[in-house]
Structures are given as C-alpha cells and as structure tokens.
T-cell receptor, first 111, second 113 residues
C-alpha cells in the first residue's frame, strides 16, 4: 500500500541536542511538507520542497533544517537553536497543489 | 497575518443534530478550499473540498458552502455522529501563487451521545 511514514512516533530530546525526524513516502509525490502543531495554533508550515534538491522556508523555519536528496525522503532536523521544540510534527506529500497526504506524526518532547 | 481563520476553537453538538463549522479567509486569490479532519495523535485526513467557482459541494453527510463575497465557508455535518468528534481544519490555496496550503487553527467538534 502506498503511504507516508513518519518515524519515530514519540521522540525525547535533551536540551541542546539536535534531533532528526524521518519522513518517507512511496506515493511518487513530487512535493513534501513539514508542519508543526501546537495546541490552539493549528498547523504551521516549517519547510516544503516541490522537487528534489530544492526546498523553501515556511512560516516558522527558524531553528529547523531539511534536506531533499531523494524524492521519497524529506527529513527534518530540529536544532538546538529552536527555542521551543516540544510539539507534534506532521509530514505531508502531494502530487498536485492541494491533494495532501499526511503521515501519522511524531511527538517530540524536550526533557 | 492569519489568512484563514476559524474563530470557534470548539463546538459541542448532540448526536443526530447538525454541526456547522465556520471558516473565514482574507486572501481573495484563494482558488480552492478544503476541510481536513484530525483525530488525536494522528495525521489529518481529507474530508471535502470546494472550488471557488462553486458555492456548494455535498458528499454524504458532509456539505461545504462557499460565500465568496463574504469570504466565508462553512462545513455542515448532518446528522452528527459520535465518530465525528475530532478537530476540523479549514485550508485554502492560491494556485497562481504556487505556495502550499494555508490552514486555519482548527475547531474541535464534540458530538455528545
């Protein structure tokens, strides 16, 4: 079955450490996205990539980095520069402008 | 500046009654509008959408209405069921801008049996 996989589902990080969230899709979608969900804040766009080896900052890119070396993969690194990283992170992909398929998310907690 | 606004953070409805979720937008260039449904600790799933050239789209118990002059859309769920309890996100896109979907903050719907 085609889909989008995020791992791990739960992740704990010590303050000052970088951590990488995985996102893999086998839908052959060109575009991939990272969103962050906080209570009462909805879905806020961190980074997106419309094609391999290219990506753009979203609304809240500070403290995050991404890469898009393969069509199937779009990992997100939460760096120590991100002041408030505890959140629920969602990855999505699309083959057109609006047909987004979301992963099941990663809950990141800073301890 | 929030381009898509869902001003009601939560809504409670009795089972069998109608649920009406509202969404306002500010960008007149938006071409297409979508509703996503999200359960806790899961990713959002697509529910229903509407093009800016239409004013209504219906899919089973779900109907979306678009009022372009008021920059307002609404999602109607009839009849509401306990399984509809979730967070509903309104989203919009401007195709000419070649930018990602813009989401509202969501409305948490609770359907009470």
């Amino acid at each position: 079955d085609g889909g989008i996989t995020q791992s791990p589902k739960y992740l704990f990080r010590k303050e000052g450490q970088n951590v990488t969230l995985s996102c893999e899709q086998n839908l052959n979608h060109d575009a991939m996205y990272w969103y962050r969900q906080d209570p009462g804040q909805g879905l806020r766009l961190i980074y997106y990539s419309q094609i391999v080896n290219d990506f753009q900052k979203g609304d809240i890119a500070e403290g995050y980095s991404v890469s898009r070396e393969k069509k199937e993969s779009f990992p997100l690194t939460v760096t120590s520069a991100q002041k408030n990283p505890t959140a629920f992170y969602l990855c999505a992909s699309s083959s057109d402008s609006y047909g987004y398929t979301f992963g099941s998310g990663t809950r990141l907690t800073v301890v | 500046d929030q381009q898509v606004k869902q001003n009601s953070p939560s809504l409670s409805v009795q089972e069998g009654r109608i649920s009406i979720l509202n969404c306002d937008y500010t960008n007149s260039m938006f071409d297409y509008f979508l509703w996503y449904k999200k359960y806790p600790a899961e990713g959002p799933t697509f529910l229903i959408s509407i093009s800016s050239i239409k004013d209504k789209n219906e899919d089973g118990r779900f109907t979306v209405f678009l009022n372009k002059s008021a920059k307002h859309l609404s999602l109607h769920i009839v009849p509401s069921q306990p399984g509809d309890s979730a967070v509903y996100f309104c989203a919009a896109i401007d195709f000419s801008g070649n930018t990602p979907l813009v989401f509202g903050k969501g409305t948490r719907l609770s359907v009470i049996a």
